[in-house]
């Protein structure tokens, strides 16, 4: 199956939105809660991107002032469509957050680390504007094993094209391995560490509501998935379409695992 080499593509919101952040929303609530931060506190997105994590605060934790952070200005453009006027968002790079030092009691950030350039430049930036004893939390895909939509894709694609193995989410990415992300938080000077799975149910209406996403470019496995020649493509699709557990009424049930991280300042 021939294919180019495609790059992340982190661009446009929308198309994002209907691939992963649909389901990033169904996790935040559960991770948020899982930090169990107390209200009123001062809150940072690190990442923020189209805004589910923002939004599982504002309805939950309480806080006492939220900023995002987020160097897409397509992500931004939704996240200030979707989040109230009361959150602040701002441009930014996890290694270089426009905040000063000890600004907030609580950092966050949601399927973010595994894209930075340097995570332990990321981690050791969010220590730097965290006030003592402020709450670190993260949470990344389980890509080499429960995150089921992205494990049945690249599983088929690389069945067809052996060549498309490197760009596995799930090689391309040890830190979301649980012993490799906790050792990332505790080498970045950040204490009392722990991580824990969070599971969501991920139920897909069709085989449309499947593969469509895949089609909008944003993301690996789309950028992927938009490398290959019309021809390519519709191998993948059918492989796919022969793979997934469909069910009689045409429903895809699948389940997304995060490995979610917290730690102390």
Request: proline share 9%.
């Amino acid at each position: 199956m021939p294919s180019r080499s495609p790059s992340d593509t982190w661009l446009l919101g929308h198309p994002y939105e209907r691939y992963v952040g649909r389901w990033s929303r169904r996790v935040a609530p559960a991770f948020v809660a899982w930090l169990n931060v107390p209200a009123e506190r001062r809150w940072l997105d690190v990442g923020c991107g189209t805004g589910a994590l923002c939004a599982a605060v504002i309805e939950h934790a309480s806080p006492a002032s939220l900023v995002g952070v987020e160097p897409s200005e397509g992500f931004l453009k939704t996240a200030r469509e979707a989040l109230p006027g009361s959150v602040t968002l701002l441009p930014g790079h996890a290694a270089a957050i426009p905040l000063p030092d000890a600004a907030v009691d609580a950092v966050v950030s949601g399927l973010v680390l595994n894209f930075v350039p340097d995570p332990h430049a990321a981690l050791t930036e969010m220590a730097r504007v965290a006030a003592p004893a402020a709450t670190l939390g993260a949470y990344v895909w389980d890509y080499a094993g429960k995150m089921e939509l992205m494990r049945c894709f690249w599983d088929a694609a690389v069945t067809l094209d052996p060549a498309a193995m490197p760009l596995d989410e799930g090689r391309r990415f040890p830190l979301c391995q649980p012993d490799a992300l906790l050792a990332a938080v505790s080498g970045a000077g950040w204490r009392d560490a722990q991580v824990s799975a969070i599971d969501i149910a991920t139920p897909f209406a069709s085989f449309d509501d499947y593969w469509t996403p895949f089609l909008g470019g944003q993301g690996p496995a789309p950028a992927y998935a938009m490398s290959l020649d019309e021809s390519a493509r519709s191998a993948l699709r059918d492989r796919l379409r022969a793979e997934l557990p469909i069910q009689p009424d045409g429903s895809i049930p699948l389940t997304a695992r995060v490995w979610a991280v917290r730690a102390t300042r």
